[in-house]
């Protein structure tokens, strides 16, 4: 389901998957799981990496009301163990973040931010970035510049669970609004 309709079009990592169903037809899912790097887990906690997650696809037909992304995401943490949970907002698509502030996500500013160079990625006809990097892009490789990705957190659990959890993570926490990405 969501590898036919997420904009990706492309399976991921998933240790939990919810879905939304409305008349018995499944209209709707989201799904967490272990980040592709160990780095970025690391990043998010650095005393205890495990504890980090990313929801890492949502989806929601379009025929679904106002509110029902903020609504779904809501209920699928709730339904999750105590953990530190990540997420991306993709630029490189027009995405900006607003479903996580509207799920109340803390905003940690953006991928590379820290960076004086900037990220190449590699392209190679029909292959994904990872895979024409492993597989040996060849002649027919583009070099690309990356475009930054903005970076959203927040935690599951109880109140007191998601407060020390939220001790824990070692991304910032950042008003939004004077860091917007215009590239």
């Avoid at 998957?17 to 709707?28: Q, S, T």
């Avoid at 502030?101 to 004086?116: C, L, P």
């Avoid at 160079?117 to 510049?145: C, I, M, W």
């Avoid at 990705?149 to 008003?175: F, I, M, N, Q, V």
């Amino acid at each position: 389901m969501v590898v036919e309709h997420h904009y990706l079009h492309r399976k991921t990592n998933v240790s939990y998957a919810y879905g939304l169903f409305f008349n018995g037809e499944m209209v709707g899912v989201c799904t967490f799981g272990c980040p592709p790097s160990r780095h970025l887990q690391m990043g998010a906690c650095p005393t205890d990496p495990s504890l980090v997650i990313e929801l890492n696809r949502l989806w929601i037909s379009d025929n679904m009301g106002p509110n029902t992304e903020s609504w779904f995401i809501s209920r699928a943490l709730k339904m999750l163990p105590p953990r530190i949970v990540v997420s991306y907002a993709d630029t490189k698509f027009g995405h900006i973040g607003y479903i996580y502030r509207a799920s109340n996500f803390h905003y940690a500013g953006w991928t590379d931010m820290e960076r004086k160079t900037p990220r190449y990625d590699y392209l190679a006809p029909g292959k994904h970035t990872r895979d024409a990097f492993r597989n040996g892009a060849g002649a027919q490789s583009v070099k690309v510049r990356r475009k930054p990705k903005h970076k959203y957190w927040t935690t599951t659990g109880d109140r007191r669970e998601r407060k020390r959890l939220a001790k824990l993570c070692g991304w910032p926490l950042l008003s939004w609004k004077p860091h917007e990405v215009t590239e």
